[in-house]
């Protein structure tokens, strides 16, 4: 019986793209992976529109898209948006959105009446632009896997900062400590990692009428004569880790180590991570730091390698929760 049609097993054709946010990171990935970055025209027109084209024809590839949302964020943003849509209507194969930091991840949910959940946007604008996929890197909260309506890839930098930590600070008492009571899941993996080092939090208040303050209130565990590690997801203005970090000081602890995922810094961030009390800022670099930011304490870790691995094992087909021993 002979069969109509024509048929062809085609190779499968990874391509890593990025924006302009932060190219450096991007290219480290790509190296990683053996590639290259497609070459990308970007650029404004008089009226600050964003306009992007592809170099090389991208049909029916299994495209990568990093962008990282730093500061000015919904320029990038959006940049991020038109370099999807312009893979979609290219006819690439499978999109898949590289976020190593998700702009908007804070407004998961309504805290008052007549409020936006940003993150909800966020997902609901990369779907409809084209994105089959995200990978992302440390969320604000879990639940924003469940905004975007396909598969995504939450990954943790944890490993990288906790061995960093483990390797440091090797022979001395530490312990692992959650600014706040919602982030202690986080902390005990930390503690499992540096070898059941025993955990505590601060219970603290929110600001209502400043955002992005709160007020440390009292040490919740035995931190006294440790080394403690501050873990958080992100550094913003620095006030929180700060607070807490002089917190734990005054509780008895022998030192401060800050160890988080997203180096924000925004506003006064820079000036109180360096008067504070921590002995060490542990960062990764989801985000671009300027040369300005950088300071004696200061260590930043590269994410690549984990973004890398995680890229490999989508378009291998194969396991991305067992890069975090079932815990992605």
């Not at 190219?23 to 964003?50: D, K």
Request: aromatic share 6%; proline share 5%.
């Amino acid at each position: 019986m002979r069969v109509s049609g024509l048929k062809k097993t085609t190779k499968k054709n990874l391509m890593v793209f990025s924006g302009r946010a932060h190219p450096e990171l991007a290219e480290e990935v790509a190296q990683q992976l053996g590639t290259r970055l497609v070459p990308t025209s970007a650029y404004e027109f008089a009226n600050s529109e964003i306009y992007v084209r592809y170099e090389e024809s991208v049909r029916g590839c299994d495209a990568f898209v990093i962008q990282s949302h730093t500061a000015p964020i919904n320029e990038w943003i959006m940049e991020h948006l038109i370099m999807v849509d312009a893979l979609k209507r290219a006819s690439a194969k499978r999109i898949t959105v590289v976020q190593p930091f998700y702009g908007y991840a804070r407004q998961d949910k309504k805290h008052r009446g007549r409020e936006p959940i940003s993150a909800r946007l966020m997902a609901d604008l990369f779907k409809t632009a084209g994105a089959d996929r995200l990978i992302c890197v440390d969320l604000h909260a879990d639940q924003i896997q469940g905004f975007f309506d396909g598969p995504v890839d939450h990954l943790m930098a944890l490993p990288i900062l906790a061995d960093y930590v483990k390797e440091k600070y090797a022979g001395q008492q530490l312990a692992v400590v959650s600014p706040d009571a919602g982030r202690i899941k986080v902390a005990e993996r930390w503690s499992a990692r540096l070898g059941g080092a025993p955990l505590a939090f601060i219970h603290k208040t929110r600001r209502e009428d400043r955002p992005n303050e709160v007020v440390a209130n009292r040490v919740v565990g035995r931190v006294d004569d440790r080394i403690c590690v501050l873990v958080d997801d992100m550094i913003d203005t620095g006030g929180t880790i700060v607070q807490a970090a002089e917190a734990l000081m005054a509780d008895g602890a022998a030192g401060v180590v800050i160890a988080a995922t997203h180096a924000l810094m925004s506003g006064p961030a820079v000036d109180r991570l360096k008067n504070s009390s921590a002995t060490e800022v542990v960062v990764t670099n989801t985000l671009p730091i300027p040369p300005e930011n950088h300071f004696d304490k200061l260590t930043v870790l590269s994410i690549a390698p984990l973004l890398s691995r995680a890229i490999k094992e989508v378009f291998e087909d194969g396991s991305v929760t067992s890069m975090f021993d079932g815990h992605a």
